[in-house]
């Protein structure tokens, strides 16, 4: 009973966070972000030989590339505070992790340190990306076999 | 042409929003969202839907971090569809090399260029 007393006085007593400035927030970011990604993307189906679906690799790359000159200026842990998921859900958070992960961890040297935490926390993104493609493709991969659907 | 833009803008700020949402209503930390982000990514490429989203929103579907489960997937299925199941391992990078190969060079870089302050 106490414990459960407890529980529902911090619920109580915590702040909560103010959900619809946040949202409206990360709306903005996170959108601004993917605008400049579709700038980039039309400067390289201007100027160089890719097709609207093949410009999002070279876009990510860009994308990753700005991110760390960002990181690096300590920039990007600004736009994160303000604009939150709308900072980390694009891929220049994912590059902003495994950026700030390998500057932090300079000092430990480029093997142990660099190397061994790069991926800290872009690891388990990579790890449940690829572990959910490999199911969900051999699921459809069988489903195709068996004639249930179509690729 | 101009349309493209503004999908983007609001596609790719109603992605973060589900993203801030899973943060603040559901409590996840943000490598949790980030995962199931990546998970719902490829979950629809599974399923067919996320190809109509680029091709709606254009950057706004392949910048958020979904696009890395689906392009995950993607892979894997065309090389599946060639290869038969063995495909299903051997395609998975083969659409998104670009990110992974990027995040590493450039994470290389970043450590030599820059130095932590505290700030990164």
Redesign the interface.
């Known amino acids: 009973m106490e414990q459960e007393k407890y529980a529902h006085l911090e619920k109580e007593l915590s702040p909560k966070p103010p959900i619809l400035k946040n949202v409206i927030k990360a709306f903005l970011v996170g959108g601004l972000i993917c605008l400049i990604g579709q700038f980039i993307a039309l400067f390289y189906i201007t100027f160089f030989d890719f097709t609207e679906r093949t410009a999002s690799n070279p876009t990510v790359a860009t994308m990753i590339f700005l991110s760390m000159l960002l990181t690096g200026f300590g920039l990007y842990k600004k736009i994160a505070q303000f604009g939150g998921a709308g900072a980390a859900v694009p891929i220049t958070g994912f590059g902003n992790a495994v950026v700030s992960s390998a500057i932090e961890h300079k000092s430990e040297g480029y093997v142990l340190g660099v190397g061994g935490n790069m991926f800290k926390l872009a690891g388990s993104v990579i790890l449940f990306g690829v572990f959910s493609a490999f199911v969900v493709a051999l699921i459809k991969t069988i489903l195709v076999k068996f004639g249930v659907v179509s690729w | 042409m101009i349309s493209?833009?503004i999908t983007?803008?609001?596609?790719?700020?109603?992605?973060?929003?589900i993203?801030?949402?899973?943060?603040?209503?559901a409590k996840l930390t943000?490598?949790h969202?980030?995962?199931s982000?990546?998970?719902a990514?490829?979950?629809l490429?599974?399923i067919g839907w996320y190809e109509p989203l680029?091709?709606f929103?254009?950057?706004?579907a392949?910048?958020?971090?979904?696009?890395?489960?689906n392009s995950?997937?993607h892979?894997?299925?065309a090389e599946?569809?060639k290869h038969?199941?063995i495909?299903?391992?051997t395609g998975?990078f083969e659409?998104t090399?670009?990110?992974?190969?990027?995040?590493?060079v450039?994470?290389?870089?970043?450590?030599l260029?820059?130095?932590?302050?505290g700030?990164?």
Do not use: H, R, W
């Open positions: 493209i833009y983007s803008f609001i596609v790719g700020g109603l992605i973060c929003v993203g801030q949402l899973l943060m603040d209503v943000p490598a969202t980030l995962c982000l990546v998970v990514g490829s979950v490429d599974g680029i091709d929103a254009g950057a706004g392949t910048i958020p971090i979904t696009s890395f489960g995950l997937t892979g894997a299925l599946a569809e038969g199941l495909g299903v391992v998975m659409v090399s670009s990110g992974i190969s990027a995040a590493i450039f994470g290389l870089i970043g450590a260029l820059f130095t932590s302050k700030n990164v």
